[in-house]
Structures are given as C-alpha cells and as structure tokens.
C-alpha cells in the first residue's frame, strides 16, 4: 500500500488528478469507476481544469453507489452529482457512462446486470472516499468481504453524515445500492482519498488496526495496487 500525504485538500486533489490523468494516458480506453461525496470534488474540479490536456472520449465509466428511491434527476442522486460535478464539463461519451439506477424496480436485475457490465470492462482504476464509520461505497461495517453489486441499509451514522446533503432527508436516506467489496477489489488500481480532521480517527483504524468486516476499508489493506492519499489534518492521529 502506497500512503502520499498531502499539505493539504487542494495538494491531494491535484495528486489524485495526476494520478487520473496519468492512467488515461497511458491507457485512453481506461475503465473508471468514480465514487461521489464531498472529498472527490476537487479531484473533479482539478480534471475538468485539465480538460484541454486530457482526452476523455474513450473512457468508460461506472459510479460506486446510489442511493435507492432517487430517480437520476433528483438533485441528490449520484447519478445527478456525477453529471453536474464531472460528466458534463467533459469530453466523454454519453454511451461510455454506466450510472446505477436509483428508481429501478427490479432491483436484483440491476445488481446482477451491473456485475455483468463490471466483467465484461474491468476496472482499471477506481476513485473512493472513505466514511467516519470506515465504509467504502455504502458497504456498511459488518459488510462482508465477498460481497458483490447489491442492495444495502444505510447505517445510522451514514444517514446522520449524509443529511447534510439533504433537505428532506427523511424520505431517502434508508437504503442504497453499492458496488461489493469483492466487486471494489477486482479493480487492477484503487486510490482512497480523505481529507480534514473528522477523518483522522478512521484513518488510524483503517491503516492500524485490525482487518475486519466491522471496518470495511481494512479489505483495500489486501489490494496489490492501492494508494492511500490523505492530507495532513486526516493523517493527524498516525503518528
Ligand atoms: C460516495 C461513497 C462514500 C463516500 C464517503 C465519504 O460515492 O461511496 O463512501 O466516499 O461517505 O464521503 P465524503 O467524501 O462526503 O466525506
């Protein structure tokens, strides 16, 4: 595992955008899966600044999660996020995005076709954050390691986090679909990102303490290819 640590949020955006650029150019047909949350945004905002020097037309994405019950136009569904914070501001193809349906119905369907997708355009490199409650995706504590694309409960410290995105929380903020942890593991390359001092004592369990299902980030500790990029303020507590 590879850990940068960073002066600060706007050093660690810039990082992890050389780190996204780089995989494009070396492989313009790269396959992304981009995760959502407030510590991406200046990874996105860093990429499209890079929009002239980078060529995202062959690039196919995925997204990490959805919250379940928000059609992809709710203003606080990923799907929505994704394209307002990136998608639209760059080259890529509308036919090369793979977003997770939030209002679908059939549920099962989605989970299996997603993992579907997911073989048939393996992940080459995929972009997460981490929550306070040491969850990657919505994988919640106690999520299994062998776990695949399925539907979860959020947990009440999800919800408690999450609310500050919502205005009419209630309604939502129950249930998500996520990528697995064995699903987040295939990828050939993952980066975690985490930024600011709420972060701090989760970072120290994620990269001190035990590997367990109870924290889910400890799985990535098993990956080949990760980088862990966290600025000074979440790197706090390591040493
Ligand atoms: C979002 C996601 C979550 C977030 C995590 C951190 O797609 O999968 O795991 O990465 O909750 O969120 P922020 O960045 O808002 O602190």
Redesign the pocket.
């Known amino acids: 595992m590879k850990i940068i640590e960073k002066e600060d949020y706007t050093e660690l955006s810039k990082e992890a955008a050389k780190i996204i650029i780089s995989q494009i150019k070396k492989k313009p047909t790269s396959v992304i899966c981009?995760?959502?949350?407030?510590?991406?945004?200046g990874l996105y905002k860093e990429l499209i600044n890079k929009k002239n020097k980078v060529d995202f037309s062959k690039i196919i994405a995925f997204?990490?999660?959805e919250y379940l019950g928000l059609s992809k136009n709710n203003k606080q569904s990923?799907n929505y996020f994704l394209k307002k914070k990136l998608f639209n501001h760059i080259n890529i193809k509308k036919q090369n995005i793979n977003l997770l349906d939030g209002s679908t119905k059939n549920t099962k369907k989605l989970c299996i076709d997603y993992e579907k997708k997911l073989k048939k355009h393996p992940i080459d490199i995929i972009i997460?954050?981490?929550?306070?409650n040491g969850?990657?995706?919505?994988?919640e504590p106690g999520s299994k390691f062998n776990s695949k694309t399925r539907i979860i409960n959020l947990s009440k410290e999800?919800i408690k986090?999450?609310s500050r995105f919502f205005k009419n929380i209630k309604e939502f903020l129950k249930k998500a679909i996520?990528l697995g942890i064995s699903t987040i593991l295939k990828s050939k390359k993952i980066i975690l990102?985490?930024?600011?001092k709420?972060?701090a004592e989760i970072i120290k369990n994620f990269l001190k303490g035990p590997i367990t299902e109870k924290l889910p980030a400890t799985a990535l500790r098993k990956h080949k290819n990760i980088t862990v990029i966290i600025d000074k303020k979440a790197a706090s507590l390591l040493n």
Not at 34 to 41: E, I, R
């Open positions: 981009f995760a959502t949350g407030s510590t991406v945004l997204n990490l999660d990923y997460l954050g981490i929550g306070v969850h990657i995706g919505f994988n999800t986090s999450n996520t990102l985490a930024s600011g709420n972060k």
